[in-house]
């Protein structure tokens, strides 16, 4: 597994009283809750429509990652509209992955046993990995500096450009997200596949499109969150999508899986939880922290903290 | 089945016929033999948990890899103390051995039971979830433990594993999952697979059955990962992980879930399949992963299983 590097910002000498460090861990868990919040999404919502895990997801991430580092050379650097268009095209190439996936691999498999669709993800979660490995390289690269960037200080306070970047361009996807799930008549009809995929069919739903829909959402804010996760761990490499694809899948879980604004609270959730984890004495202990949180909320609140719980009926 | 002690008794002396011939082996086809060997175990016991039961399992590494540390642990720190500075002789060693083992197989039915007891009160995607985070969790314990090594793992371990120990575990795990699926009170896992309420509704524990099939599945993962151990002779928290959780159970869904022959050929074919495919090694994942696509489009009853109609589950 990768080890996750260190922001250079957390390394900053000047972090004094136990409030600015405070402060400064909390603006680092936030950033990097919102990248696992916008991958959470993706989740949830495809957990949502078919109920199974997409593992294939954490490595459409990486994909998206991958993107953006090839696009990076065709255009300017540290510019807006360069690291705009990337952001938009690592959205859209990852909509489309995600949609081919589902077309190809999952449809087949409609109304079949969970298990089995379970293991189809894992297998197009591998060909993914190892397609990485043979086409991408399996060593690291380094993710070109698409955006400009800057650090602002605020007393010891440091905000990179990079994080206030992260916070709002995953804010605004999400206010986005709610606006479609919400406003438009897809979003209605996700909803109603969601809760009843035949009552939805019967009122003249097309699931299949319904779906292929949602599987483009979810994986162009994974494409996102590839582009945001790179800028502030430049390095990259295929089997990058593993852990934060898992942790986001807890985040989801955490918040109630199923349920967008709790896939949202349980990213920055974990983000912070693991930051402040990694800046204490158990800091080589942070992978294994999101899996104990798992486990503790999955044992004493399986429907997560937004979630409703239902009861199993005869 | 009308006499299943002889067929172990028969299994053991051929292990031990086999191991007397060894030798005259190909030494790279003997270590071929033993890596099958150790994924027989680990698929047949995983089988009893996955396919007999039905509890969705992805933490079987970290059972393996519980086992393969303590038995390590064991013949590194005791072994020295308990044979003297000479090694011993080899019925010593093989004591020593298979007291090593045995410490592994109960170790990670202890992390079994840990493990068990709290989380097979969820049910599906949830449980693999919740069994690939213990996984994760243990592996990320070994790699903080400075006395097994941390991150760098274990080196030096002596190579106890002869072809004998394999073959003798692979009969001893066999037997002792079809005797106890078998069994009157084995139809109780069965039970459980099938259905869950319906089974509790005529009196059934199925908790009870759950922890039972989690137990014995973790002892014989460690006795795995202890033969492992000293196969390789050395181990690597990075070994045991998810992906090898995952590997374990592709060969337990190709062979059928719930069918011990097809699960041990499929750890066979899946074993051989690599190896085989060495000459094109570039590519070999991406065909492996690609196979595992269309076996559950085409196959999702697995590749080895010929009972027509009793897959739907």
């Known amino acids: 597994m990768r080890a996750h590097h260190l922001p250079p910002e957390s390394l900053n000498p000047q972090l004094s009283t136990p409030l600015s460090e405070f402060l400064q861990q909390l603006l680092n868990g936030l950033s990097l809750g919102a990248i696992y919040a916008l991958i959470a999404l993706g989740y949830t919502m495809v957990y949502g429509v078919l109920r199974f895990i997409n593992f294939a997801h954490s490595d459409v991430f990486m994909v998206g990652s991958f993107i953006g580092y090839y696009l990076g050379k065709h255009v300017p650097e540290s510019t807006v509209w360069g690291g705009l268009v990337i952001l938009l095209a690592a959205m859209l190439g990852c909509a489309l992955l995600g949609m081919i996936i589902e077309r190809l691999a999952y449809r087949p498999l409609r109304g079949a046993a969970t298990l089995n669709v379970l293991i189809t993800a894992i297998g197009v979660s591998l060909l993914l990995e190892y397609s990485g490995q043979v086409f991408f390289g399996a060593t690291p690269r380094t993710f070109p500096a698409v955006f400009p960037s800057a650090n602002y200080s605020f007393g010891s306070l440091v905000i990179s450009s990079n994080q206030i970047l992260v916070i709002v361009v995953a804010a605004l996807l999400m206010v986005a997200l709610q606006l479609i799930v919400y406003r438009t008549k897809i979003g209605t009809a996700m909803r109603a596949v969601s809760l009843n995929p035949k009552a939805a069919q019967l009122v003249g739903v097309n699931n299949d499109v319904v779906i292929s829909f949602t599987f483009g959402l979810g994986s162009a804010l994974a494409g996102a969150g590839g582009i945001l996760y790179a800028l502030n761990y430049p390095s990259i490499d295929p089997l990058m999508g593993v852990m934060p694809g898992l942790k986001a899948f807890v985040a989801a879980v955490l918040g109630g899986i199923g349920n967008i604004p709790g896939a949202a609270l349980g990213g920055l959730l974990l983000g912070t939880v693991e930051t402040f984890v990694n800046g204490s004495q158990w800091s080589t202990y942070k992978d294994a922290i999101a899996f104990a949180i798992l486990i503790i909320i999955l044992l004493f609140r399986p429907a997560g903290l937004l979630g409703k719980f239902t009861v199993e009926k005869v | ?313």
């Not at chain 2, 599906?124 to 969790?137: N, P, Q, S």
């Not at chain 2, 896992?189 to 199925?206: C, M, R």
Request: hydrophobic letters at 55%.
């Open chain 2, 1 to 313: 089945m009308p006499k299943p002690h002889l067929y172990l008794l028969a299994a053991l002396l051929a292990a031990l016929g086999i191991s007397h011939f060894s030798d005259r082996i190909d030494p790279y086809h003997l270590d071929v033999l033993t890596g099958i060997g150790i994924n027989i175990i680990l698929a047949v016991s995983l089988n009893l948990v996955n396919g007999y039961t039905g509890q969705f399992s992805l933490g079987h590494a970290g059972f393996m890899s519980v086992g393969a540390y303590l038995a390590a642990a064991v013949s590194l720190f005791l072994g020295p103390k308990l044979l003297g500075a000479e090694g011993g002789t080899a019925l010593q060693q093989g004591g020593m051995f298979l007291a090593a083992l045995v410490a592994g197989g109960l170790g990670a039915a202890f992390a079994g039971l840990v493990v068990g007891v709290p989380s097979l009160r969820l049910k599906g995607d949830y449980l693999a979830l919740v069994t690939l985070g213990f996984g994760e969790i243990i592996r990320v314990i070994f790699q903080n433990v400075e006395f097994l090594g941390g991150a760098l793992g274990l080196n030096g371990i002596p190579a106890y594993t002869t072809i004998f120990w394999v073959l003798a575990f692979v009969a001893l795990s066999v037997f002792v999952v079809s005797c106890l699926v078998n069994s009157t009170y084995g139809r109780g896992f069965l039970a459980t697979h099938d259905d869950e309420i319906a089974s509790e509704a005529v009196g059934l524990n199925t908790t009870h059955y759950k922890i039972v099939a989690f137990v014995i599945g973790a002892f014989f993962a460690g006795t795995a990962g202890g033969l492992y151990g000293h196969f390789k002779m050395t181990i690597t928290p990075t070994g045991f992980d998810f992906t090898k959780s995952v590997e374990i159970v592709v060969m337990v869904i190709m062979g059928g879930m719930g069918n011990t022959l097809g699960v041990v050929l499929a750890a066979i074919l899946l074993t051989l399949l690599p190896e085989l495919l060495r000459p094109i090694a570039e590519y070999r994942m991406i065909i492996y992963s690609l196979l595992l696509i269309i076996l559950m489009l085409v196959r999702p009853q697995g590749l080895f299983n010929f009972k027509l109609g009793k897959a739907k589950t």
